[in-house]
């Protein structure tokens, strides 16, 4: 293998590759066209005189050689991002670019506002919004601030837990007046219940207040959170939606207001060595007001 000489560019392709199994994601992730992203790979292994990757249906699969350079390429990429860091924190001005990473239920139903209103009073910053639930986001540098529903165990990771996102059941009016109101929680077993598919936390969660589930009891299973919530609103049936969303959502009713299926801690993260860039600091300050506020229902 030849090692001198080597773009980072190629280097930073290939760990995008290795992270996301296929070109197509590794393109998005990238964002680059994946011809230029298959090119990279390419001029990499006739660089390495090695083959990187076996081409499988399933994807790009490492070949003993891709494997074998993979910590060496993220020793590369944290060298990278060392080095920027080192440069961004020259300037003591709130200026540059900070990428948020979140859930689908945060990005969808909290932030939009939240970003509206900071870079309206921030034009110097720009924002760039990830839907994600992986934690590796920031340990990849893929993300600057992210917000969680788990607390990381990372020790580079700083979390501020926000608050608590409690969810309750809710119905559509039309689907209430259509098939009447459950009294008692035995009633929902005769009712239209859209539940989860792989994830068994509504489950657990009916379970907390007596209420025995099955995945077989849902009529639609979706484990898009946007997508649930969706179904709920067209009278599709009775789901579980965090009440600081179903509250607000004038086509809903709350059902059995005074249970709490399950409660999530909300965490606000971003990287130790990152924390006190003036950009950083400030839309990390700014969304934790802001989230803390709203997470009070």
């Known amino acids: 293998m030849r090692l001198d000489g080597i773009d980072w560019a190629l280097i930073r392709s290939f760990l995008a590759v290795i992270d996301g199994g296929s070109l197509n994601a590794a393109a998005k992730r990238l964002r680059v066209q994946q011809p230029t992203l298959s090119r990279h790979i390419t001029e990499l292994e006739a660089q390495l005189g090695a083959s990187l990757f076996e081409r499988t249906a399933r994807g790009l699969v490492p070949t003993a050689a891709g494997t074998a350079i993979v910590d060496a390429a993220r020793q590369m990429a944290a060298a ?25 239920v945060f990005a969808a139903h909290f932030l939009p506002d939240f970003i509206a209103d900071f870079v309206g009073n921030n034009i110097e910053i720009q924002v760039e919004l990830v839907v994600s639930n992986d934690m590796s986001d920031l340990l990849r540098r893929d993300a600057d601030i992210a917000i969680r529903l788990l607390r990381p165990a990372q020790s580079g990771l700083i979390a501020k837990k926000l608050g608590d996102l409690p969810l309750g059941l809710f119905a ?112 990390y300050d700014f969304l934790s007001d802001k989230l803390a506020s709203a997470l009070k229902v």
């Not at 086509?251 to 950083?280: C, G, K, T, Y």
């Open 172 to 283: 559509s009016a039309d689907y209430l007046a259509q098939c009447g109101t459950p009294k008692t929680h035995s009633d929902l077993t005769r009712h239209r219940i859209i539940g989860l598919d792989y994830d068994d936390s509504l489950i657990r969660g009916a379970q907390s207040i007596g209420l025995d589930l099955a995945r077989e009891n849902f009529i639609v299973r979706c484990d898009n959170q946007i997508i649930g919530i969706n179904l709920v609103q067209a009278g599709a049936g009775i789901g579980v939606i965090p009440l600081a969303i179903g509250k607000k959502l004038s086509r809903l009713v709350q059902l059995f207001p005074n249970d709490e299926i399950m409660s999530f801690p909300v965490w606000l993260v971003v990287h130790r060595e990152i924390q006190d860039r003036p950009a950083i600091r400030k839309i």
């Open 80 to 104: 990278a991002h060392t080095l920027q860091t080192c440069l961004q924190g020259m300037t003591s001005s709130a200026v540059g670019t900070v990428r948020i990473s979140a859930s689908e």
